[in-house]
């Protein structure tokens, strides 16, 4: 009778290791790659000309004029960076917001320079008024608390000034219920059916803005914002406010913040077959900055792993503050 006698495998069998050994065999083998084009880079727009004005806690990002703008826009374009998406700080505030759908107003100015001066660069707009209101909230304050419903027609005003100026994406980031049908609404009713809807459709209500607060002059002079704004806790809730975004005519979704939610842009990459987006947000900048800066970690290194990190979870593109930096390494 033969006997079979099996053929003895070395120890280990699999060696994972073979394919780290070097740079290019762990470059051929890399499972989430970062490009240029997969940013966005928040720009913070003020009044005046030649005006670069340091923000404390974001170095050496600025507040800047119009025409410096269009300059960090040039410099954004020629990086291959994806595009900018525009903050405004205008020169008076009121409770009505009113520089937020002035057709004259800040960002509606910074729009036309750049679209003129860099045509092809991708310009978003923030649609919000917390930069605008004298009370630093989102909406029309009513009874103490930010009124839904009559804030959705400052937001549709604000979307279609934008897109008059030649936007060519609108992303409110307000939180109210319904906003990203008023706004389709809006566009659609003025002309602007092809100018795309990016929705912050999961905004939590986080500490990691402090920074950006400062950066936008927006901290809320009372209160806070949690009542329209998400609960940090909520997984599920987030899912349903996604979806609802969707249904109401977004084309785009976001999760904000990204470090913390991870997990949320992951559930989101797989149950929504949408582009998504995620904001690497002023205090997850900052956090990074202020290690660095003190030694205790490697700015290069933990700007990309952290970028890698919001790809790999299933991002298309980043809101970051490093995205010319980190374009310039991966050039």
Known sequence: MRVYNPVEMPFPVHRPRRLRSSEAMRRLVRETSLQPSNFVLPLFVCPGEGVRRPISSMPPHCQISVDVAVEECREVYSLGIGGVILFGLPETKDEEASGGY?????????????????????????????????????????????????????????????????????????????????????????????????????????????????????????????????????????????????????????????LAYLDLIREARVRFDVPLSAYQVSGEYAMIIAAADRGWIDYDRAMMESLTSIKRAGADFILTYFAKPAARLLG
């Open 102 to 258: 002035d057709p004259n107003g800040i960002v509606q100015r910074a729009i036309r320079a750049i679209k003129r001066e860099v045509p092809g660069l991708l310009v978003i707009t923030d649609v919000c008024n917390c930069e605008y209101t004298s009370h630093g909230h989102c909406g029309k304050i009513v009874n103490g608390d930010v009124d839904n419903d009559s804030t959705l027609e400052w937001l549709s005003a604000a979307a279609v000034t934008h897109a008059q100026a030649g936007a060519d994406i609108v992303a409110p980031s307000d939180m109210m219920d319904g906003r990203v049908a008023a706004i389709r609404q809006a566009l659609d009713a003025k002309g602007f059916s092809n100018t795309p809807i990016l929705s912050y459709a999961a905004k939590f209500a986080s500490v990691f803005y402090g920074p950006f607060r400062e950066a936008a002059e927006s901290t809320p002079q009372f209160g806070d914002r949690r009542s329209y704004q998400m609960d940090p806790a909520n997984a599920r809730e987030a899912m349903r406010e996604i979806e609802l975004d969707l249904e109401e005519g977004a084309d785009m979704i976001m999760v904000k913040p990204a």
